[in-house]
């Protein structure tokens, strides 16, 4: 099915009671939290696998002299030791997965140099230790704000690097009211619970070699793809299992280093070869979120009506990659404004390969965006709400198309009501003894695509169902909704639903990512069941007309019949597809929201607590009440991280993230986190998907952060443009806002 039209009428519409949307238990909670849900790690169904263990390079920039790894081959245990002196030939890069150990060349920080392989763990990490290398050192290029002058524009992603619209430089040059600021972002790390892991298998037969990996991945048919491309095999030779997934938040997006090498070491030994990076190895051999600077200008008239908006952004990745980040997309579409300008550069630096993390472009544009509205509201004396009400389109500023559907501002004005955004005092009027009080908001928006998704469905002679597809469950619900919308569709309860994913010998599915998952999978398995539906109609000679299937049967006309009598000895089964169409082209769409907060800014130390915290969002029809209501909130406290502790810090000298495990690096906290909740408007949106739903994992990141940044400003009057507003910055903006005082004077 393509979608080249709005969604007529559905069986999920005349169910308003039905299992779609219901707050139901995850079908695979007791499998997780009795321990009996095998991850990557931890999978038994191959048998005495071999160990590795990673050793990373200790420079930035430079080259290896020697590699002295005798000392390891000797070392109990040990297999093998792969070096770019023995590695197996490998073929292509594609995107980012990349050959390993293809040569003495460093390109940054924690690059994989060599990889040992032992009869057990202890044995593989003692050895790596006695890798001995030996480097000629350059001085790597590490600093983004020292490389901002010479990054290029980016080849182009999904949507272009730049965009312009009408005369921006004329419109900003004669606006009555004009901002020009800058923000910075750092680097962010995913943190994810699972670390990166593969237990690899190859095997050579009469039709040539075959692997296969069970690894922790988020999209299993793109990984399929480009492993097939590095390890030189047809994609059909290539499988991936991931059955169940401790979190990704894109750093899973791609096979990493340990999916190859562990391939390549299981090809060499003849052995499947089991491998997890360690917390630290994740900070520099995994992907991370780059560090952002970016420029906004924004021109509007006394009214506060924008007649000029620029945003630009600076990103940085590794030497010879061409991922950036696309901090100013959103801004193409969120508020109206006849004259445009946004711009992405790229810089190439030693660091560590960035890629997609949570919301990538989203979350980072919308930290600085949102803040810069606010900044124009205070200068203008109109409330941030109203100042975003008045610049609301009428249609996309620079598609020129309609919105498939938008409530931002029916988001804000619920909000508003529900967080007694009535009681806002003025800037820094308002204390609770030694605190500081404040109240800041923030608009969210989100793009809400729709990726190519298969599903089979069967069912059986005993009238259970199972669904087959290479989609994968990153924590988010997966299992679970996919049972609902079968056993919606079928008349079935979520018990007589067997949901098998994350296997690509299975039907393609989009996989886990970019807020598409769920409305691109679950919408290939709603054809797929609406086929089954007509073909056993069909087989039966009943009416498809009014026919509904409920309580394991179906009634149609006068006729009723029971699902385990249509399924026959056989059981009867079933395909359906779906792809973007024409509604892809012809209307903008989004998830959209707003957040609220207020915080607590001690008047002595600086220290900055999050009071509470409110989302309203807009996702088109809920899935599962409860698994949107959970990623809602653990997308706001994303933002509540990205706000007020996370970064990695760079040693700028050696290319290197210093605090490179969770004891310096940051996330929050269950005490981090008091009083916080998400709601969801009604919605429908028949031009997204069969569904009618929308995105939600990506949407509550996005602008959650920019929320607390406008209450610190609320509370005190500092404006802290370098995130994460740490409470050194509030420090250093009340002696610098006191010393402009006594100088006055």
């Known amino acids: 099915m393509d979608m080249n039209q709005p969604i007529g009428a559905t069986p999920l519409d005349g169910k308003p009671d039905g ?163 800058e923000y910075t972002t750092p680097v962010q790390i995913h943190a994810q619970m699972e670390p990166h892991a593969t237990i690899a298998s190859w095997e050579t037969g009469p039709d040539g070699d075959r692997v296969t990996l069970y690894t922790a991945n988020q999209m299993l048919n793109r990984g399929q793809a480009s492993l097939a491309s590095v390890l030189k095999l047809k994609p059909e030779n290539v499988r991936l299992v991931s059955h169940y997934i401790g979190g990704g938040f894109g750093s899973k997006l791609q096979p990493q280093p340990e999916a190859i090498l562990s391939a390549l070491a299981s090809k060499s030994l003849k052995r499947p070869v089991k491998v997890a990076l360690t917390r630290q ?67 190439n630096l030693n660091v560590p390969i960035a890629s ?122 997966t299992y679970t909704i996919l049972a609902q919308i079968a056993g919606e569709m079928m008349g079935l309860p979520v018990e007589r639903i067997r949901v098998e994913i994350g296997d690509t010998a299975y039907p393609k599915a989009a996989g886990s990512g970019g807020s598409f ?70 209307y903008s769409q989004h998830s959209f929201g707003a957040h609220f907060a207020e915080v607590g800014v001690d008047r002595d130390t600086g220290e900055i607590r999050l009071r509470r915290m409110l989302g309203v969002f807009t996702g088109g029809r809920i899935l599962n009440l409860k698994t949107a209501r959970s990623q809602a909130l653990g997308g706001m406290i994303f933002g509540i991280g990205a706000a007020l502790m996370e970064a990695a810090e760079t040693d700028t000298r050696y290319g290197y993230f210093v605090n490179h495990d969770l004891a310096e690096y940051h996330v929050p906290a269950h005490a981090d986190v008091p009083a916080i909740d998400a709601v969801f408007l009604p919605e429908l949106d028949d031009k997204a998907n069969p569904l009618k739903s929308k995105g939600l994992g990506e949407v509550s990141i996005c602008g959650a952060g920019a929320a607390l940044a406008n209450a610190v400003y609320n509370a005190t009057g500092l404006r802290i443009r370098d995130y994460p507003l740490t409470l050194d910055k509030v420090l250093d903006g009340w002696t610098e806002r006191e010393g402009a005082a006594q100088r006055r004077t």
């Not at 070392?75 to 490998?90: D, I, K, R, S, Y």
């Not at 100013?328 to 404004?337: D, M």
């Not at 820094?428 to 695509?449: C, F, I, K, Y």
Request: hydrophobic content about 40%.
């Open 517 to 586: 998952g769920a409305g691109s999978a679950g919408s290939a398995l709603y054809v797929a069941c609406d086929n089954l539906r007509q073909a056993l109609l069909q087989n039966a000679g009943m009416t498809p007309e009014g026919a509904v299937f409920a309580d394991g049967r179906v009634v149609s006309g006068n006729r009723s019949e029971a699902l385990t009598d249509l399924a026959g000895a056989q059981g009867v089964e079933a395909k359906g597809e779906i792809k973007p169409g024409a509604m892809k082209e012809r």
């Open 19 to 181: 299992l779609v949307g219901r707050p139901i238990d995850r079908i695979d909670g007791r499998l997780k939290v009795t321990g009996r849900a095998p991850y990557a790690y931890e999978t038994r169904d191959l048998k005495n696998p071999a160990y590795g263990f990673l050793v990373e390079a200790g420079i930035a920039k430079g080259r290896i002299r020697s590699l002295d790894v005798s000392a390891a081959k000797r070392a109990p245990g040990v297999l093998l030791v792969m070096t770019h002196e023995n590695v197996p030939e490998q073929g292509e890069k594609k995107e980012q997965v990349t050959p390993q150990l293809q040569g003495p060349e460093i390109r940054f920080h924690g690059q994989p140099i060599a990889f040992v392989v032992a009869q057990s763990f202890e044995q593989a990490r003692a050895a790596a230790a006695l890798v001995k290398a030996e480097y000629d050192a350059e001085k790597p290029q590490a600093s983004l704000k020292a490389a901002r002058p010479t990054a290029v524009e980016p080849k182009p992603a999904q949507t272009p690097p730049d965009s312009t619209l009408g005369d921006f430089d004329g419109a900003f040059a004669g606006a009555p009211v004009k901002l020009d600021v």
């Open 281 to 347: 190895q994740e900070f520099h051999v995994a992907t991370h979120r780059t560090d952002t600077i970016q420029r906004i200008r924004l021109g509007a008239d006394e009214n506060g009506r924008l007649t000029a908006i620029a945003h630009e952004s600076w990103s940085a990745t590794a030497p010879g990659d061409v991922f950036y980040e696309t901090s100013a997309v959103v801004t193409r579409s969120l508020y109206a404004a006849q004259n445009r300008l946004t711009r992405h550069r790229l810089a």
């Open 356 to 477: 997609a993390m949570r919301a990538p472009g989203e979350a980072v544009g919308q930290l600085a965006f949102e803040c810069a509205m606010d900044e124009l509201a205070e200068q203008l004396k109109i409330d941030p709400i109203e100042l975003r009400i008045r610049n609301e389109p009428e249609q996309d500023p620079e598609k020129k198309v309609p919105f498939s559907t938008r409530q931002l501002v029916a988001c804000m004005r619920e909000g508003a009501k529900r967080f007694g955004w009535d009681k806002r005092g003025a800037t820094g009027a308002t204390r609770d003894g030694q605190w500081l009080v404040g109240m800041g908001m923030a608009a969210a928006s989100r793009l809400n695509p729709l990726m190519p998704s298969q599903a089979g469905v069967r069912l059986n002679p005993d009238g259970t169902l199972t669904v087959r597809m290479a989609m994968t469950d990153i924590g988010t619900g």
